[in-house]
């Protein structure tokens, strides 16, 4: 007995010593926000202070210190961040993580994301005689000071990643990962592709290939300016897109309002960009000060300058413009010579590189790209089609022309006109982006920016195109000033919501762009006739309403009435008094959602298989084509292609569709409709990417919050159709800003979670509930208001 109460006891002094030395540990993770650090490359001594929230402000005394102190702390908080994105978009997941994320590498590898920072990173950053070269590059050495000296993230420990130093060539991974999101094209042309192929164009006419007509269109004006395989290539692609550990960009919503129409007198902006829920949150905060430059901006990791901000003049936020900037082109093999394709009359060699992705604890694999005029040819990405097939190539815009967005995040930085942002936006080329724009002079604009093709009249880009006749070829690139573009119009705003734009020389510019459900709401609430204020426009931004999807819910109900069963009738009426509202507390919008998945399930996936489903739920075709979908009684997608003795009809799969929704209610949420509410079913958790590892799940996620909002409603906290009677939130809000140019230092915004990705630090998570609830904190630009709050002052000195 007594031996057994040695061991005991010894066991339980363990336990407790290593519990001292992992808290021990854990505490020396917290990144530095005091003190004094010696830096290499300084030329004076920088300050930086933290305010109430971990936001850096730095004061320097030259531009270059000012981005060199900016790449160190950034990398204080969101290493591991950097290390992610540099890894997915070059293909070097599995290097770390191991064999489930070859498909990701292979794909990375073939859309040449590589080549592409290879290629613009020397055109652009091989020398520093201009400014902003020079602020890149000291950017960059900021990072790999703190990479050299500073503490090594937990992740990487647990994970065993080494630390290397960053390059010029790793800030054009970050944008081209960036593209790679907007891209919308991969997920939904070999969808369509598929469905014309295998069924024919009277499936596609119930979706909204084309602009529905009933758009909510961004009318473009020029007013003065004021003085002061498809089944194979889509499981391919669907498959690593869902394993990716680093979020994607997927909507936004930005709009100004003109001085005209303020209590203020002068614009207000607002912004909030959409992008995949993760931890830790996709923007970094900072405020830089320098002679001559106050900035306030949220910066993308790896990317120096800021993406949406705010100088002492002017400001910007940005949406997704989502025009069509990919193309799938059919390849004609030579029967003779696999190694060439037809163009024309002729044959041409198709060009190779080898990729070789290294994954851990496994060998090497060895890919060969091949590509041909219009871009590498996809079905590499598969390994058991025969390249004696004949190969598709995809044709993207990133990788068509020499990338300026370095040089238009910079210049945007430092306009101080709208004559000078103007210039910036038209450097964009790719990414498609919508720039909303405001300054103290009282002007407003909006430029939807990237360099347009000019396809053939009669090419339906969403379609797979022929390679080999040379008919559908790019006939050349619309100049910038034919862009949709508007500068204060007479109704006193701009706005987007990632909808389609005005006409380009009388053509509607074709692309994914979303339904009119937040852009119609938009619409409707800055229309009316009153004087706005910060707060109204906060307002706006957190609005729960969508009248589409109020819409479809009546025409479900309306075929539901028809079946004349009793116990569909809390469903029916739940339906047809739904005003489109999604507050937590509501019972419709979980009726609604459960039932418009179980009608799409049943009506789509036996055409389609599950990949091609799902690819194709998780874009703006079917948001676009739910009411015609619903409404369309003859539509053949009703008919159960598995089902050869048995005609479906709408009917029956709304039978179907009802009480499988009533046993999922039951269970989700019990048997009384009044406890059927939307914030059972519908919540947020910010995932880590460590989450799939059982249990640090419970250490690095961040929730779960039970929320409102919904699919495409402004305050877009949205997520993918499901049958399990569950809707946990997937993409919504990066951030949220508003700033009145009357009051320019005190514009506010919030986080999804923190400012910092050390899961030590006490930034990690301090805003997420705060953002769950609406709440906002200033963005502070004023040095005394931030010396009064703050409690960390970290000096950066020259290490002579």
């Known amino acids: ?147 050299r000296s500073g ?150 990791a790896l990317v120096p300058f800021g993406l949406l901000g705010n100088n002492h003049k002017t400001g910007w936020g940005l949406t997704m413009f989502e025009n069509d900037d990919t193309d799938f082109f059919v390849e004609s093999l030579n029967p003779e010579n696999p190694a ?124 797979f195109l022929n390679g080999s006749s040379g008919n559908d070829e790019c006939q050349g690139y619309y100049d910038f000033s034919k862009n949709p573009q508007s500068i204060n119009p007479p109704e006193g705003f701009v706005y987007s919501a990632n909808n389609q734009p005005d006409s380009v020389e009388g053509i509607l510019y074709p692309g994914y762009y979303y339904p009119k459900s937040r852009a119609g709401r938009i619409v409707e609430l800055l229309k009316k006739d009153k004087k706005w204020t910060v707060e109204d426009a906060q307002t706006v931004g957190q609005d729960f309403v969508s009248k589409t999807h109020r819409d479809v819910a009546r025409e479900i109900a309306k075929v539901l009435v028809t079946l004349n069963k009793s116990e569909y009738q809390a469903l029916t009426d739940l339906l047809m008094e739904w005003n489109g509202d999604h507050q937590k507390n509501d019972v419709a919008p979980s009726v609604y959602y459960n039932l418009l998945s179980q009608i799409m399930f049943k009506a789509m996936l036996d055409e389609l298989g599950a990949e091609a489903f799902h690819s194709l739920m998780e874009t703006s075709v079917p948001k676009n084509s739910y009411l015609k979908f619903i409404q369309h009684d003859a539509s053949p997608w009703w008919d159960n292609v598995h089902t050869k ?45 460590l989450a799939a590892v059982k249990p640090l799940d419970k250490i690095f996620n961040v929730g779960p919050f039970s929320v409102g909002g919904g699919s495409e409603v402004i305050n877009n906290l949205t997520f993918s159709l499901d049958t399990t009677g569950y809707f946990p939130v997937t993409v919504g809000p990066a951030l949220r800003k508003f700033t009145d140019f009357a009051a320019i230092e005190q514009g506010v915004t919030i986080s999804p979670t923190g400012q910092s990705g050390n899961v030590m630090s006490s930034y990690y998570s301090d805003q997420a509930e705060m953002f769950a609830t609406g709440k906002f904190r200033k963005m502070l630009m004023n040095r005394s208001e931030i010396e009064n709050q703050g409690k960390h002052r970290l000096v950066l000195k020259p290490h002579l």
């Not at 920088?46 to 060199?68: C, K, M, N, S, T």
């Open 645 to 689: 003795d048995v005609h479906e009809t709408r009917s029956v799969i709304f039978d179907q569709a009802a009480a499988k929704v009533l046993a999922l209610l039951h269970s989700t949420s019990g048997k009384n409709p009044a406890d059927w509410t939307w914030g059972k079913i519908h919540t947020l958790t910010h995932g880590h990417a």
């Open 340 to 463: 060439q394709v037809k163009f024309r009359d002729s044959w041409e060699m198709l060009t190779t590189r080898t990729e070789v992705i290294r994954v851990k604890g496994e060998e090497d694999v060895v890919l060969e790209v091949r590509s041909s005029r219009h871009g590498p040819i996809v079905n590499d990405i598969l390994e058991h089609i025969s390249k004696t097939n004949n190969p598709v190539s995809l044709s993207w815009q990133l990788n068509q022309h020499p990338n300026k967005a370095l040089q238009a995040a910079y210049q945007l930085n430092h306009a101080v006109s709208l004559a000078d942002a103007a210039q910036a936006a038209s450097l964009f080329s790719a990414p498609g982006l919508n720039v909303m724009y405001a300054d103290a002079d009282g002007n407003i604009a909006w430029w939807a920016v990237a360099k347009l093709p000019i396809r053939p009249k009669h090419v339906q880009s969403k379609l």
């Open 1 to 147: 007995m007594k031996t057994l109460k040695r061991i005991l006891l010894g066991v339980t002094a363990l336990l407790i010593l290593l519990s001292i030395v992992l808290a021990v540990y854990l505490q020396g993770q917290k990144p530095m926000y005091s003190g004094t650090l010696k830096i290499d490359g300084l030329k004076e001594e920088v300050e930086v202070l933290y305010d109430d929230y971990g936001i850096p402000h730095i004061y320097a005394q030259h531009e270059e210190d000012a981005y060199l102190a900016l790449g160190y702390v950034h990398a204080q908080d969101r290493l591991f961040q950097m290390e992610m994105i540099r890894r997915a978009a070059g293909g070097r997941l599995s290097e770390v993580l191991g064999t489930d994320l070859i498909k990701v590498d292979k794909l990375f590898r073939i859309l040449g994301i590589n080549t592409f920072a290879e290629e613009n990173a020397k055109q652009f950053l091989s020398s520093d005689t201009a400014s902003f070269q020079r602020a890149a590059h000291a950017y960059l050495k900021g990072i790999n000071e703190y990479v």
């Open 151 to 300: 503490k090594t993230p937990i992740e990487f420990t647990i994970i065993g990643i080494p630390k290397s130093e960053f390059t010029a060539e790793d800030i054009y991974r970050a944008i081209g990962f960036m593209s790679f999101g907007f891209a919308e094209g991969l997920q939904v042309d070999p969808v369509l592709q598929k469905i014309q192929t295998e069924w024919g164009d009277g499936y596609l006419q119930d979706l909204a290939v084309t602009t529905p007509i009933d758009a909510e269109r961004i009318k473009s004006f020029r007013g003065p300016i004021k003085m002061a395989d498809t089944d194979s290539l889509i499981a391919t692609i669907h498959a690593a897109l869902k394993q990716l550990p680093v979020p994607l960009f997927q909507g936004s919503n930005g709009w100004a309002i003109s001085g005209d129409r303020t209590v203020s007198g002068l614009p207000i902006l607002a912004n909030d960009t959409h992008i995949g829920f993760g931890q830790p949150a996709v923007w970094f905060e900072a405020y830089l000060e320098f002679p001559g430059f106050r900035f306030y901006g949220h910066h993308l």
